[in-house]
């Protein structure tokens, strides 16, 4: 519950107010039987009829300040678990963006969003209902068991030896339930997982026709949900019935017992009535255990599914004190390696580029092109040699100030489901139409223009009604108008035609002020302008120059050259 204390700790009012209220109200409940006893055996047992009408006021107001006292209290401790459900969200929420792209890589979005929900709502329900109902059912049971005490503590010790065995149960009932949780807990994630997979790639499984593929998977996941929610129902069904039993066999005895103790004069009838109304306050907590533990154990596992995540610290981590340098976009690489687990995945990578320089990367799928440039934004970090930008080792710098200076268009195009305005300024919130027109512009956005809403125009989720390369050119506008001094384009004009990526690629170069360019690209075209040209194999840099030199060189890069422009009669004219 140390997630949760936090929140609790800013909010001691609104924890201590109602608590204050259940008190009362709980005290006040101790007055019904006392009073209950008068009318029996004052009223009409000794015909005192003169207190008849005040005990009857006193049970009203009783009634009345119960209502009251309840619903503030009732309030109060909702309003405070929302804040709890919030403030848990949000924490949740923040720290699940402050994690690296390696928990990524290995968490499923699915599984994400079930912790998100069910889990945290959960807990919500724990602190909404648990909390109130334990501290009622504390002061019930201390409170009932002194009173019943205190009446007859012959006849409470028979009562407290009957219902012993309520504690094994409900200690029984914890260990089953909280094991059982946690297997739905994990399964309602898995389940999500399958849920979102399927709709986001719904056009993918139509294509294939495999809808009935993917509708069985996910009837054989939710028979398996349903069986762990069976196995829910049949430990409460387990469990439940004997707490029923016991404590219904224990207010047997107790009439059986207490009558004979009438009978004998040992008590009155009045008494035995309090005694009975008592008997109620000791039970009902014993009663409500059952469904208690099971909420504390759902809360209990939920707790230890948001604790792995909370617990999960990110690996790439600013130094004390960072530097912030005014950055330019003069980038080095020095002896660069780099694994992803156990398999290496570059090996001594070595290059420089100047503020204002070209630099493509081409090579075979799988050769380390996107892990080059994904090592410079630090979003992995390298086990041996040195990045440098503006002579400073990235390690040395603030992340905010190294990522802000980049602007990166990853060739899985992502859009979010809002109008293109606001795709185009989520690297610039304050940028004007006239700058948003002027970045599309330059990243060949002609289309906007013949949209009905402009820039208000809506798209669907992850840019859903747009064709690939207008996803591309969206990107590729954010990343201009964020205006960073480097700028990185991995695949991302894959979906272009070649003419549109002739003219975007000569507008990048032409954008105002000083801008480093890494392009990572399959097409010869989009290279051979470059300053300078790296071309990788197997994590390694094979070749490396510009254009021309490579061509003269005979090498890998000169075949791709030749596989790519075989079918022109004259080479020349494309050099």
């Known amino acids: 519950m140390n997630i949760i204390y936090p929140t609790l700790k800013r909010n001691k009012l609104l924890l201590l107010i109602p608590s204050i209220f259940m008190v009362v109200g709980i005290g006040l ?23 008849f009408v005040p005990i009857i006021l006193a049970l009203l107001g009783i009634t009345l300040s119960r209502a009251v006292l309840g619903y503030f209290k009732d309030y109060l401790f909702d309003f405070l678990s929302t804040k709890v459900l919030n403030d848990l969200k949000e924490l949740a929420f923040a720290h699940i963006l402050s994690l690296d792209f390696k928990y990524f890589d290995n968490m499923n979005t699915g599984e994400l969003m079930s912790r998100m929900g069910e889990d945290i709502d959960n807990i919500w329900q724990a602190v909404s209902f648990g909390i109130r109902l334990i ?16 009446f007859n503590w012959q006849l409470t010790l028979i009562v407290l030896v009957i219902l012993v065995p309520i504690a094994y149960i409900a200690m029984k009932l914890e260990n089953e339930t909280m094991k059982n949780y946690g297997e739905i807990s994990d399964h309602i994630a898995s389940l999500n997982t399958t849920a979102q997979e399927n709709i986001a ?50 207010q047997l005895i107790m009439i059986c017992i207490g009558g004979l103790f ?26 409500e255990m059952g469904w208690l533990v099971n909420l504390l154990a759902q809360n209990k596992a939920s707790l230890a599914k948001i604790r792995a995540i909370l617990d999960t610290k990110p690996m790439i981590l600013e130094k004390e004190n960072p530097l912030a340098p005014e950055i330019l976009g003069n980038v080095e690489y020095q002896n660069v390696t780099f694994s992803y687990g156990n398999e290496e995945v570059l090996r001594d990578i070595s290059f420089k580029a ?74 610039k919130k304050e940028a004007t139409d006239e700058e948003i027109l002027r970045a599309l512009d330059f990243s060949c956005a002609d289309f906007i223009k013949d949209l009905s809403d402009g820039l208000d125009t809506i798209i669907g989720e992850r840019g859903v009604g747009l064709s690939g390369g207008q996803k591309q050119r969206i990107s590729i506008a954010r990343s201009i108008l964020k205006d960073s001094p480097i700028l990185i384009l991995d695949d991302a004009t894959s979906a272009l035609d070649m003419d549109t990526e002739y003219h975007l690629l000569k507008n990048l170069r032409a954008l105002p002020g000083k801008r480093t360019l890494f392009i990572i ?17 197997k994590g390694r840099i094979l070749e490396k120059g510009t254009h021309d ?27």
């Open 135 to 150: 501290i009622e059912n504390i002061l019930f049971f201390l409170l009932g068991l002194a009173v019943l005490l205190y």
């Open 262 to 287: 009438v009978i004998y004069d040992k008590m009155t009838i009045g008494t035995l009535v309090a005694y009975s109304g008592y008997i109620g306050n000791l039970i009902w907590p014993l009663r």
């Open 29 to 51: 409940d101790f007055f019904n039987p006392l009073l209950t006893r008068a009318i029996i055996d004052r009223v009409l047992g000794k015909g005192e009829m003169e207190i």
């Open 201 to 250: 790639g719904v056009r993918l499984v139509k294509a294939f026709s495999r809808e009935k593929h993917e509708i069985l998977k996910f009837f054989g996941m939710n028979t398996r949900n349903f069986e762990l929610n069976n196995e829910n129902a049949r430990i409460t069904a387990t469990y439940y019935p004997p707490i029923e039993l016991i404590t219904g066999i224990s």
């Open 549 to 575: 030199e490579l061509v003269r060189l005979k090498g890998k890069y000169y075949e791709v050259y030749q596989e790519q422009f075989k079918d022109f009669d004259n080479l020349m004219e494309v050099i």
């Open 354 to 427: 100047k503020a204002g320089d070209t630099v493509a990367i081409m090579g075979t799928t799988g050769a380390g092109k996107t892990s080059i440039l994904s090592l410079m934004g630090r979003f992995y970090d390298i086990e041996k040699g040195e990045i440098l930008i503006e002579g400073q080792n990235i390690k040395d710098l603030s992340l905010k100030s190294l990522r802000t200076s980049i602007s990166l268009i990853t060739q899985d195009t992502f859009l979010f489901s809002d109008t293109i305005r606001s795709n185009v300024c989520y690297g």
């Open 521 to 537: 690209a399959h097409r010869i075209s989009a290279v051979k302008n470059a300053d300078q040209i790296l071309f990788m194999e």
